[in-house]
């Protein structure tokens, strides 16, 4: 009977959204999560997002449907309560503040939030999205190395659990950190199209968008963030290595158009390129859009690229993946990993390798496509494990 009533508890879990708001990744990270968890666990799992009371109206209506919202000032920067959660944080390694916030609403899990509570009272589950920093330091400032290898060591000491999206990433964290294997579970996400997996375009749908970014003909797509890892320059060296040989290739970009990192000048040092060899009529760059025209976008190609050098667990993959698109990859350990069924991968520093295939592709642009319902029937039961392996992950905690 005790076991009976247990299991019909709910599991409150917190989830603080203090991050900027412009990391995409993370934020579709936490809406596919939350998706995962309404679907599949929602009889179980209770989420609290705890917002800045700022935030505008676009992320309140992503999240709203799957979880409970609040807003606090102690996430709004610049604050006083922030400064003052900020400041009981570093002298006491405790932030009062957010402490009592979560008490309040009867938190007993903090989830994915690089926070820590002493005492027990209040469990912490981590996530750490990758190690990049151990294989490409130079993507780095000093300081910026140093504070991210600190935060690390940190939550992995101090949290009862650390979530991570990949067993490369697991073999990575074993580098610095393996007194604490026993701490780690690898939770590979699921990317959600949409809520009602509408992945068909409506009527007009493509010319509307083709009309609205000025996309003429068929087209790659890569919908990366503008970060020096992710490797675009080897996908414009193709593309000029195509043009040489008489094709004309346009590959559509988008993505936040800087690196908050080390100010290597990488999207001046793109666009330069694409300046000096005459490519602009070849990529396109649409920098910032809304999440629902990637995934229209990612419909309309004739396939997606991700060239990246290091990843964590690729969204990109995972959204080509959920609608059955075609994916040239990078063949780093974590693209292996995710292993897309349409997925082709390439050498990341061989342009040559890569513009090979994108000319098979450009002649022959056809692909067997799966059927709606069988898509939905693989996506779900992707998502279904997704959600699953949480709750087991948090049921450990209680």
């Not at 570093?90 to 002493?118: A, E």
């Not at 964290?173 to 959600?192: R, T, Y």
């Not at 509307?208 to 970060?227: L, T």
Request: charged share 20%; glycine share 4%.
């Amino acid at each position: 009977m005790l076991i009976f009533l247990n299991q019909l508890i709910m599991i409150k879990v917190g989830f603080l959204l203090n991050f900027p708001i412009d990391y995409k990744g993370g934020i579709n990270y936490l809406k596919n999560l939350f998706y995962a968890v309404h679907k599949f666990q929602g009889d179980k799992i209770e989420i609290t997002l705890f917002v800045s009371n700022d935030i505008s109206d676009e992320y309140l209506d992503l999240f709203s449907p799957y979880a409970t919202i609040v807003k606090t000032a102690i996430l709004k920067r610049k604050s006083i309560p922030w400064f003052l959660s900020k400041v009981t944080g570093r002298l006491f390694d405790f932030d009062i503040l957010t402490y009592n916030l979560l008490k309040k609403y009867q938190i007993s899990i903090v989830s994915h939030s690089n926070f820590i509570f002493p005492f027990g009272k209040i469990k912490t589950l981590n996530w750490i999205p990758d190690f990049q920093y151990i294989h490409y330091p130079y993507f780095w400032t000093p300081v910026q190395l140093k504070s991210t290898e600190n935060l690390h060591l940190n939550i992995v000491k101090k949290s009862d659990a650390i979530v991570l999206s990949s067993y490369a990433a697991f073999e990575d964290f074993k580098v610095n950190h393996s007194f604490f294997n026993e701490k780690v579970s690898v939770l590979n996400f699921v990317s959600q199209p949409d809520k009602e997996f509408d992945i068909l375009l409506k009527n007009d749908e493509e010319s509307q968008i083709r009309e609205g970014y000025n996309i003429d003909k068929q087209f790659f797509y890569m919908p990366n963030q503008f970060w020096s890892h992710k490797n675009h320059m080897v996908v414009f060296e193709a593309v000029k290595r195509l043009k040489e040989k008489g094709l004309n290739p346009l590959v559509v970009t988008s993505g936040l158009m800087k690196d908050h990192r080390n100010g290597n000048n990488y999207v001046e040092n793109l666009q330069q390129y694409v300046s000096d060899n005459s490519l602009k009529e070849n990529i396109l760059f649409l920098g910032l859009i809304p999440y629902n025209h990637v995934i229209k976008l990612i419909l309309m190609a004739d396939c997606v690229i991700n060239p990246s050098f290091f990843e964590g667990w690729s969204s990109t993959v995972e959204e080509a993946k959920a609608v059955g698109k075609r994916v040239l990859l990078s063949n780093i350990p974590v693209h292996i990993e995710q292993n897309p069924q349409f997925g082709f991968y390439f050498d990341p520093n061989n342009a040559i390798e890569l513009a090979d295939k994108m000319e098979q592709i450009i002649n022959d642009p056809n692909i067997v496509k799966l059927e709606v319902k069988e898509l939905r029937t693989i996506l779900d039961n992707r998502t279904k494990d997704f959600a699953n392996k949480y709750y087991e992950i948090l049921n450990s905690l209680k």
